[in-house]
T-cell receptor
Framework: NAGVTQTPKFQVLKTGQSMTLQCAQD?????MYWYRQDPGMGLRLIYY???????DKGEVPNGYNVSRLNKREFSLRLESAAPSQTSVYFC???????????FGQGTRLTVV | KNEVEQSPQNLTAQEGEFITINCSYS?????LHWLQQHPGGGIVSLFM???GKKKHGRLIATINIQEKHSSLHITASHPRDSAVYIC?????????????FGKGTLLTVNP
């Protein structure tokens, strides 16, 4: 079982470049999430999608956009990357609000 | 003040020791999660609990809803248990699709 698959695993961008982080889950989960993890800050929610067709902002949405392409896929786009977006990004999914969460392996993004 | 506080932030133990990591939270919750993250690795769910106690192998998680407190215990610790352990809660109010995370406890188990 693949679970939650994120691509790419590593990426280096120059300031101002754009990129899309891809996330797919094969568990038929309704809810999907994008988090960033920074030293000393813990996991912070960027955007989430409670169900197919809906997306909502989390704690730190500025500089990001998302698309819930279908039930399986939830992508995160950086339109104009900034050094402050250097972080480790995690995608997660779960079925309903009181079920276990499954995480991808993470994407290490460096913006220079 | 963070809604979810973990202690200690860092913990070093010798192989075989009994480990306890604590999590306190300030809001009403519907569930609490314990997660594990190995260095440079992904995040794995260990437990989700809303009452009582759960056990999986050498890991035990307990929760006291009235005291808003949970503990994660590791018996007979091993160097492969070295990881960051993260507590997360599902708040009852607001959008309960969102988890609120603690900052994690870095556990190092020496051989």
């Amino acid at each position: 079982n693949a679970g939650v698959t994120q691509t790419p695993k590593f990426q280096v961008l120059k300031t101002g470049q754009s990129m899309t982080l891809q996330c797919a889950q094969d568990m038929n989960h309704n809810s999907m999430y994008w988090y960033r993890q920074d030293p000393g800050m813990g996991l912070r929610l960027i955007y989430y999608s409670a169900s197919e067709g809906t997306t909502d902002k989390g704690e730190v949405p500025n500089g990001y956009n998302v698309s819930r392409l279908n039930k399986r896929e939830f992508s995160l786009r950086l339109e104009s990357a900034a050094p402050s977006q250097t972080s480790v990004y995690f995608c997660a999914s779960r079925d309903t609000m009181n079920t276990e969460a499954f995480f991808g392996q993470g994407t290490r993004l460096t913006v220079v | 003040k963070n809604e979810v506080e973990q202690s200690p932030q860092n913990l070093t133990a010798q192989e075989g020791e009994f480990i306890t990591i604590n999590c306190s939270y300030s809001v009403g919750i519907s569930a609490l999660h314990w997660l594990q993250q190995h260095p440079g690795g992904g995040i794995v769910s260990l437990f989700m609990l809303s009452s009582g106690k759960k056990k999986h192998g050498r890991l035990i998680a307990t929760i006291n809803i009235q005291e808003k407190h949970s503990s994660l215990h590791i018996t007979a610790s091993h160097p492969r248990d070295s990881a960051v352990y993260i507590c997360a809660v599902n708040p009852q109010r607001g959008s309960n699709y969102k988890l609120t995370f603690g900052k994690g406890t870095l556990l190092t188990v020496n051989p």
